[in-house]
């Protein structure tokens, strides 16, 4: 069995100066852990970020942390082709990769490394939205804290973790089993995609019991639009038949054709049946968010009910199309998640 504190290396692939990035980037120089590097990666060397980058390493010369430019071309997910020199650099077996726009405290990588067992293959965990000032970043943070990380919850108890790529832990050697990340450039949900390989492998995907943190400070509504209609043709090209029930999942759908059904065979007043179930949801939504660690405010009743207003027009949106707006670019979702070379820059 590994020991606990084995040596690790971070991948931290950045592109441009977005919202909250110096304190993110920051927090993964202040961990407690024994041995790590961090390795960062840009596309371009004139991109934005790379004089913040270069100022944190000078700041903090005794972890070591290299910054890494170039873009290596492998397939048409950008996120990739940025990681593959990091990951080809790196000095250790065991492997995070990480967004650049997630925070984490001090614990960790004691934390994630605590769930590592011989039987798992990659540790992931749930994303919790914070520290929100716009509307954009409210209906991101409740999105993320109801909808999806409900569904995580869910796919956990039914022994199908989702591996999410704001924190993902596993061995290169292992992963070197299914070609590593190289492989993995064909696709758009390359960290959906890593479970997968590892669950071929006969390994398990784990969630940390503790959520990751994702700042919201500046969030517009466009880019929260954007990220949604992302993340639904993900589903939608690793999961056709499902999505075309999901408005049966949504508070508003389910509450109409409910109430509905009970006026029908029962005789109850169909506004107070509607009512009941959008207040007993919103209980249940608030209840999920205090787990995560998130404080009601005063804008989260307005903001939720708008989230779950925008749910359908979302899920419309998300099933009349197979293009996504990624990192500056548009790219093609081909079935099973597969992207197309890139078809217009922005």
Known sequence: MPH???????????KGLEPSLRGNLESFFKLDYHQYEILFSIAREDDPARPLIEELICAHPKIPARLLIGDAGVGPNPKVNNLIQSYQASRFDWIVISDSNVQVPRDYLLCTTAEFTPDVGVVTAVVAGTRSRTMGGLLESIYLNTFYARW???????????VVGKSMLFRKSVAERFGGILQLGRFLAEDYMTGQAMRMLGLKVKMMRRPIEQPLSRYTFRDFWLRHIRWGRIRKSQAPLPIFFEPLTMMFPSGAMGAFALYIFAGLPTGLVFLAHVSLWFI??????????????????????????????????????????WRGSRLKVKTGGLLEAQIENT
Not at 4 to 14: G, Q
Not at 154 to 161: S, T, W, Y
Request: charged share 15%; proline share 9%.
């Open 284 to 325: 249940l939504d608030l209840s999920l968010m205090k787990s995560l660690g998130q404080k009601p405010r005063f804008m989260l009743l307005p903001g939720w009910l708008l989230r779950e207003c925008l749910a359908l027009p979302l899920w419309i949106q998300t099933i009349c199309g197979n293009t996504v707006m």
């Open 152 to 162: 995580m919850f869910i796919a956990r108890e039914f022994g199908q973790d989702c």
């Open 4 to 14: 606990p504190l084995e040596p690790v290396s971070i991948l931290k692939p950045v």
